[in-house]
């Protein structure tokens, strides 16, 4: 009778250890599962440091008299047209214009033309100031409605897309494509004068700030050489979203979504401003615009809690997935648990 009950207490404690060491196993495996996504993060987590700013690149300099240099094809082509279309147009009209007027001051004055002529009309003379002005104009139409269509061409399929709010009185920038994470953007206040924004700091407290007026707290931050589908829209009244060096301007409405493509071709940072009375403090919503390789992009959305590169799972997604994987662990072990506590209750 003993021997069977000492017998008994054995197979008891050897359950007990053997579950023990269960549950000890168990518990190394679920730490090691979670140990190895919570580095993942790390490993995964981008940096980034704000782009300094080239003096008279991308923003408007003292005694500027003609458009921006501008760092887009259809800026480029904007540009060529206003260079090589508009600007002789108009400089040729005015003087022709000018000249008639002098010609008439001086050969129709009642000093130099005491007799006033009685022609009533000149066939060829009206003919060709009707047809003349109709061929300028077509002249000009033709480029024209060639960059309107350029400018308004739907982004390729798969370009990345970034979303512009305009607010009373900040900007707001969206990235559906990487996380959807949202940055707000403020200007900078200007040393000694009343504050604009609370709780942001002063333009020129970091080596990389940009002019006065001009500069955020939170950059507009893109990648260069690719085509971005760019949404505008408002929170509240119209804005308008502008930067002259890209030749983007468009218009944010309330309720309402407005696209546009944008191709920034240079790395370097691009100052604009809202473009749309909207309010009390219209001069103060200025957008600053970054553009960097694309390696360095992924680094600044990886700083941003679920940034992800473009179309892959955010890092706290990945690394929730090998969590909710060790759940059958979990249970297993609160299993092994019940299991112990039933031995141990023996």
């Not at 480029?143 to 400018?151: E, F, M, R, T, V």
């Not at 804005?239 to 030749?247: E, T």
């Not at 890092?315 to 031995?343: L, R, W, Y």
Request: hydrophobic letters at 45%; proline letters at 8%; charged letters at 15%.
């Amino acid at each position: 009778m003993k021997s069977g009950r000492f017998a008994s207490c054995v197979g008891h404690v050897a359950k007990a250890l053997g579950l023990s060491l269960a549950m000890a196993a168990a518990s190394a495996a679920a730490w090691a599962q979670e140990a190895a996504p919570a580095a993942a993060p790390a490993a995964a987590a981008g940096s980034y440091t704000p782009m300094k700013p080239t003096p008279g690149i991308g923003m408007p300099v003292d005694g500027g008299l003609g458009i921006q240099t501008q760092f887009s094809k259809i800026g480029e082509y904007g540009l060529w047209m206003h260079d090589v279309i508009l600007m002789p147009v108009m400089v040729i009209i005015s003087v022709f214009v000018l000249a008639l007027l002098l010609w008439v001051i001086v050969r129709y004055n009642k000093r130099a033309n005491p007799v006033a002529s009685k022609t009533s009309h000149n066939t060829l003379i009206e003919v060709v100031w009707t047809l003349l002005p109709v061929l300028i104009l077509v002249g000009i139409a033709i480029p024209s409605i060639d960059l309107i269509a350029k400018q308004y061409k739907p982004a390729p399929k798969g370009a990345l897309t970034i979303k512009a709010t305009g607010n009373q009185w900040f900007w707001t920038y969206s990235y559906p494509d990487n996380g959807d994470f949202e940055v707000v953007s403020n200007m900078l206040n200007l040393p000694g004068q009343p504050v604009v924004n609370n709780g942001v700091r002063d333009v020129g407290s970091k080596p990389w700030d940009g002019p006065s007026h001009l500069e955020v707290d939170n950059r507009m931050v893109v990648p260069v050489g690719e085509p971005i589908r760019l949404l505008v829209t408002a929170a509240d009244v119209i804005h308008s979203f502008a930067v002259p060096s890209l030749w983007m301007k468009l218009d944010g409405v309330p309720g309402r979504i407005n696209e546009k493509v944008l191709l920034v071709e240079k790395p370097g940072v691009y100052y604009g401003q809202c473009s749309e009375l909207c309010g009390a403090k219209h001069g103060y919503m200025p957008i600053a615009l970054e553009a960097l390789p694309r390696d360095k992009f992924n680094a600044w959305v990886l700083t941003h809690p679920g940034g992800a590169i473009d179309g892959q799972k955010p890092a706290a997604q990945a690394a929730a997935a090998p969590a909710a994987e060790a759940a059958p662990v979990g249970e297993a072990t609160g299993e092994g648990q019940g299991d112990a506590t039933a031995a141990a209750a023996e």
